[in-house]
């Protein structure tokens, strides 16, 4: 049902956002075309995100295998990138039919970004929400979601303890209360931190720093969703050799190399094709990771009892007490990445209201100054960024992943009690000498 309600507010949103403004004209204020795109913006925002918390809280119940979650979170990836290509594939077929009739002395009036280009990314944003509405719609029809299992009512035969295997449920108050989500949280955040203020500024950084014509931001984003999407294969196989905090390190590695490239070099010529390898395959290195994390944090504690006092934690013996009610299993895992998907959005709303501020050209949108001012941009959401993310990270090799709650509120081993003299079943009272 969320996953539904946010395809719609999507496919109802999106294409206004890169559409003109309906009634606006040159001489409209700027405060009223944001207030017409705000609401579109703060709607596609929401749909995006039910989504998207929807299909990730699916991948802890689906597998329980630390290295199938790797595996599936990395296919998710790869049909992720699948999608990016699309887009920018028809980016580029879009901008290259724009641009041929333009010949001559206009030619490089049209390597440029401009008011020409609105109905370019009109008609692109119309075809992207087309396909995205076709297969959301197979998704719908051919995913059955499985019913609630019945609690079944004690009698002579049930346990009186539940089975060793079975694992608390968290509610919300809970992971609250556990470092541990804040640790996993805080390189999330780092992590969307780089990969989406990457991809914001890798067209200014283009167009305005390496004066590349703007067909350029369609074939290097290609050819990072590329090279991500071939090394998310790569990465079931790396982590059960190095396991996921290595495997985490060596994407900052590579991702740490590619800012080091881009402050040393002004000018990158063919090279910009090899940075943009190795920011693809680093992103998709840290971001398949950080999920994985997520899903480790998870874990099995999305099944279970919970009772009508709140508790949410215990045996099945004191589930009966309570008054038991069967928990949907994805609730947990939803508010875990709920809240990472909320962290990370403010995170990058603020960072690019910060870099905005930062901004040196004011009565133009490009001077001569920001033609370095984009190249450090670029140098401090991957460098910059990248060393906090190796900080979140020396805390999880310090305090790995460990829910407390679970060891507190666990049940202490069972053991039978011996019965006593004269009470056992099968025994007779002992006769005095």
């Not at 009036?109 to 297969?135: C, E, H, K, M, T």
């Not at 346990?159 to 989500?181: G, Q, S, V």
């Amino acid at each position: 049902m969320e996953s539904a309600t946010g395809t719609i507010c999507v496919l109802l949103s999106f294409p206004f956002i890169f559409s003109p403004c309906l009634g606006c004209r040159a001489s409209t204020p700027e405060w009223v075309a944001l207030l017409y795109y705000g609401p579109f913006i703060v709607i596609f925002q929401f749909g995006w995100a039910a989504t998207q918390i929807a299909h990730l809280s699916l991948i802890p119940e689906l597998v329980t295998n630390d290295h199938e979650k790797v595996e599936l979170t990395a296919l998710r990836y790869a049909f992720t990138v699948v999608a990016s290509i699309t887009v920018y594939g028809a980016a580029w077929l879009l901008l290259h039919l724009q641009g041929s009739p333009h010949m001559g002395s206009t030619q490089d009036v049209y390597d440029q970004l401009g008011v020409q280009d609105v109905p370019v990314f009109r008609n692109l944003s119309l075809l992207v929400v087309g396909i995205g509405a076709v297969f959301s719609l197979l998704f719908h029809l051919g995913t059955r979601e499985g019913r609630r299992r019945q609690v079944e009512e004690p009698d002579e035969h049930s346990p009186l303890l539940a089975p060793a295997t079975a694992r608390p449920l968290l509610l919300w108050k809970h992971w609250l209360r556990e470092p541990a989500f804040y640790q996993v949280g805080l390189l999330y955040m780092s992590t969307r931190l780089i990969v989406n203020l990457s991809q914001t500024y890798m067209a200014m950084y283009l167009t305005y720093s390496l004066n590349l014509p703007k067909k350029f931001i369609a074939t290097i984003p290609l050819v990072m969703y590329l090279s991500g999407f071939l090394s998310s294969f790569l990465l079931k196989p790396v982590n059960k050799c190095i396991g996921r905090n290595m495997t985490y390190f060596v994407g900052l590695l590579v991702i740490l190399a590619f800012a080091a490239w881009v402050a040393l070099a002004d000018e990158l010529g063919v090279a910009v094709y090899v940075v943009a390898v190795l920011l693809g395959t680093g992103c998709a290195t840290i971001l398949v990771t950080s999920l994985a994390m997520t899903a480790d944090l998870i874990g099995p504690h999305t099944v279970g009892l919970l009772s009508r006092s709140g508790l949410g934690l215990g045996t099945r013996a004191e589930a009966w007490d309570a008054d038991p009610l069967p928990v949907s299993p994805q609730h947990s895992g939803a508010f875990v990445y709920g809240a990472m998907s909320f962290s990370d959005k403010v995170a990058n709303g603020l960072a690019v209201m910060a870099i905005q501020s930062l901004h040196p050209c004011s009565s133009e949108l490009c001077c001569k100054a920001c033609v370095a001012f984009y190249h450090w941009v670029m140098v401090a959401v991957t460098g910059g960024v990248g060393v906090a993310a190796t900080l979140a990270l020396c805390c999880l090799l310090v305090w790995p992943i460990r829910l407390r709650s679970c060891e507190l509120q666990a049940p202490p081993p069972h053991k039978s009690p011996k019965p006593a003299m004269g009470v056992g079943l099968g025994q007779d009272r002992p006769r005095p000498p």
